[in-house]
């Protein structure tokens, strides 16, 4: 699935949040906001919400209601999927200095926004990699758990037969199975192309690298376009307009790709600026920001310097009242608690107070 910011050919311009995956097709403005987590805005596209409630109205009236409620069932499973696959991304973003700030849902996955992306070849790679295998992990652990029970995974969406639980884990296990299988397709602007354009970019650089990996993907697009001739008998018609799409939206996207990288190789190579892309090759490296843990740290030193502060600022209050006391009424007008508060006060502060002279 594309990420600005995280794949593509370069980075996003910090500060950007008008997203286009094709020319004059803005997801932003066709998008509604429904939560924001962590700082980061989540938004759902109008077309998505629209096919899904066609989808799901559809398997009600022509099929069954156990069919509808199981459609149900998976796109709010696969949303979720989607969801979990793109905080994937900013994570890892995060980790590396970069800060999310919105993720897009739409008919084609999840498009994730990170300003000051980092610029570093092996941290893009893992930043891609890291929503595919957010899929795989959860795919795992759902394959362990049906396994345990004895339920073997089922690719459909019908929930008869099966427990509401058991018929969710195997929807679950089918999203995310699917979905890293989709995203890990090598061609851009997939997560699976662009792990291949990080780790050429590090050995050929970047431009080779961008254009190799546009060329792939435009040849895997063309072999999907043909497979959906060949088996479009046997393909549901949801399934067939899904993998047409993306099959076209892949060549597309590759052929822009090549563009701007031909652009970039006649214009200055330590920087480019493209429409939303800015990319800096020559940019130095940022200082990363703390972790999670180094920060705690930090608070919890602050916070004894300032206790520290405190008590030694009540202490010295303190003295002066007891000193005060001595002068107006004398040392024995001091109980055995205070002239130890004193004694102690005198090996901290290294004051004279005359206290052991008097005794």
Known sequence: ???????????????LLRLRVFPGFDMINWSIGIMRIAGVTVRIHLMLALVVLGTVASDFV??????????????????????LHEFGHCFAAFKFGGTPRLVVIWLLGGVSHIENPPQRPLHQ????????????????????????????????????????????????????????????????PMDGGNVLLW???????????????????QGLAVLIGVACLVF??????????????????????CERQKRLAD?????????????????????????EKPSFLERLRARRIARKHEMEEKAEIDMREKVDELLEKISMKGISALSEKEKTFLREASKKFGEKSGLSSEE
């Open 232 to 253: 479009r008998s046997q393909m549901p018609f949801i399934v067939f307009l899904f993998t047409v799409l993306t099959a076209v939206f892949i060549f597309i996207e």
């Open 1 to 15: 699935m594309p990420h600005r910011g995280l794949s593509g050919v370069a980075p996003v311009r910090a500060g």
């Open 125 to 188: 790679l893992i930043i891609s990699a890291a929503g595919p295998a957010v899929n795989l992990f959860i795919a795992a652990v759902l394959l362990i758990v049906l396994g345990a029970t004895g339920s073997a995974p089922a690719f459909g969406f019908d929930f008869q037969g099966s427990s509401f639980w058991a018929g969710l884990a195997r929807q679950a296990f089918l999203a995310n199975s699917l979905l890293f299988a989709f995203n890990m397709l090598p061609a851009l």
């Open 62 to 83: 022509y099929l069954s209601a156990s069919a509808g409620v199981g459609s149900l069932v998976f796109y709010s499973v696969l949303f979720l999927s989607v969801l």
């Open 199 to 217: 780790f050429l970019a590090d050995r050929i650089g970047f431009i080779s690298a961008t254009r190799a990996t546009a060329i792939m993907g």
């Open 263 to 287: 652009e970039l190789e006649e214009e200055n190579p330590g920087e480019w600026m493209e429409d939303e892309f800015d990319f800096m090759p020559n940019q130095p490296e940022r200082i």
